[in-house]
């Protein structure tokens, strides 16, 4: 089958003929019919840290329909819609049994045992590796049933795989995680795929004001459309200043989509009495966050790093389908561009520009 495969960092997604097993036990083969690009793929191919060794197929974010469920698989058939989740959970641990799968001990359970036989991927009786337990950059994918989630036939396959990651992130940080009330003040800095999503669960949520933070007014004007009641540029104006004149003295959450130090900071000062910090984004090559601890205690603020939204991507990439067939949540307006799979260098630089939201592939 074709696939785009990193074959040395750096060097971009080489378009290749590779081999794919059949699936065994709990494994499922996907016809994948849409990949999203997350720069989390692109940093990977870009500074490939070692955990993943090359060559890779990476593409995490991936929608599209069951050709064939392995012996032991329970929960699919062919012919399900499917959307695939970075989320590897074993379904056993202290963790899973709590329905905090995204803290799962075990994520290598759903990985295929080497001593089983062959690998998932292989090139030239090489293996190849699996990025994530996905690999979406191809037709298809052979991926663990607890890493896939049945949809609605109904929902297009391209705005169903920006649910697995972007989408679950953003909206399950603010209803999972930060737990975001009717009539509470938000904050989103960073109006990304990600910040949008996380805009829309604020509005889902009842959340007001809800103000935007970012750098491009063109992704301010976006944020507006996805419900931004106020929108902030803070590369000509205090963001700080701004969102605590806006909510009264402080927002009761603010959600760090960027994952500086200097946002993460703002993101301390811009939130009131009792307020919640949240880390969504993390940027390359990490931060520090330099803390006033008795600040801190007589503010009485939370500080709280998030993952994959806090919550079950079953019950939420389900959710957030029924959202979008409801027109609840305009997913179809996260897209600003489909290409084809041997354009995944041109996509990833799109990515780049203020007018671009969420690049997927939809021809393969």
Same mark, same amino acid.
């Given at each position: 089958m074709k696939a785009a495969v990193v074959e040395k960092a750096g060097a971009g997604f080489s378009l290749k003929d590779i081999d794919i097993a059949e699936p065994a036990g709990r494994e499922v083969l996907v016809e994948?019919?849409?990949?999203?690009?997350?720069?989390?793929?692109?940093?990977?191919?870009?500074?490939?840290?070692?955990?993943?060794?090359?060559?890779?197929?990476?593409?995490?974010?991936?929608?599209?329909?069951?050709?064939?469920?392995?012996?032991?698989?329970?929960?699919?058939? #062919?012919?399900?819609h499917v959307v695939g989740c970075l989320v590897q959970w074993c379904g056993a641990c202290v963790a899973c049994a709590a329905g905090r799968t995204y803290?799962?001990?075990?994520?290598?359970?759903?990985?295929?045992?080497?001593?089983?036989?062959?690998?998932?991927?292989?090139?030239?009786?090489?293996?190849?590796?699996?990025?994530?337990g996905l690999g979406g950059f191809a037709r298809h994918a052979l991926v663990h049933e607890n890493q896939l989630t049945a949809v609605p036939r109904e929902m297009p396959f391209a705005p169903a795989a920006l649910l697995g990651c972007g989408v679950l992130t953003g909206v399950g940080s603010v209803l999972n995680g930060a737990r975001v009330a009717p009539g509470e003040s938000v904050a989103v800095i960073g109006a990304g795929g990600v910040g949008l999503s996380a805009i829309s669960g604020a509005r889902l949520a009842g959340a007001s004001p809800i103000v935007a933070i970012d750098v491009q007014d063109g992704k301010l004007a976006r944020a507006r459309a996805f419900g931004a009641t106020h929108v902030v540029?803070?590369?000509?104006?205090?963001?700080?200043? #701004?969102?605590?004149?806006?909510?009264?003295?402080?927002?009761?959450? #603010?959600?760090?989509?960027?994952?500086?130090?200097?946002?993460?900071?703002?993101?301390?000062?811009?939130?009131?009495?009792?307020?919640g910090v949240h880390l969504v984004g993390l940027a390359a090559g990490g931060a520090e966050l330099r803390l006033s601890l008795p600040r801190l205690l007589l503010e009485q603020k939370r500080i709280q790093g998030l993952i994959m939204g806090a919550g079950d991507p079953r019950r939420d990439i389900a959710r957030c389908a029924e959202l979008y067939l409801r027109g609840e949540l305009p997913l179809d307006d996260l897209i600003s561009r489909r290409i084809a799979l041997a354009d995944l260098d041109a996509g990833y630089a799109a990515l780049a520009e203020p007018d671009v939201a969420r690049v997927v592939v939809t021809s393969f």
């Open positions: 994948v019919r849409a990949a999203g690009l997350c720069h989390t793929d692109l940093t990977l191919a870009t500074h490939n840290p070692g955990r993943l060794p090359l060559p890779l197929v990476l593409g995490h974010e991936i929608a599209g329909e069951v050709v064939a469920p392995g012996p032991r698989v329970g929960a699919f058939k #062919a012919g399900d803290q799962c001990r075990h994520p290598e359970a759903t990985l295929r045992d080497p001593a089983d036989g062959a690998p998932r991927l292989s090139r030239d009786g090489r293996p190849v590796t699996q990025g994530m540029n803070s590369a000509h104006t205090d963001a700080v200043s #701004a969102v605590r004149d806006l909510s009264g003295g402080g927002v009761n959450h #603010a959600f760090d989509l960027v994952g500086t130090a200097v946002t993460a900071e703002q993101a301390l000062r811009m939130t009131g009495l009792g307020g």
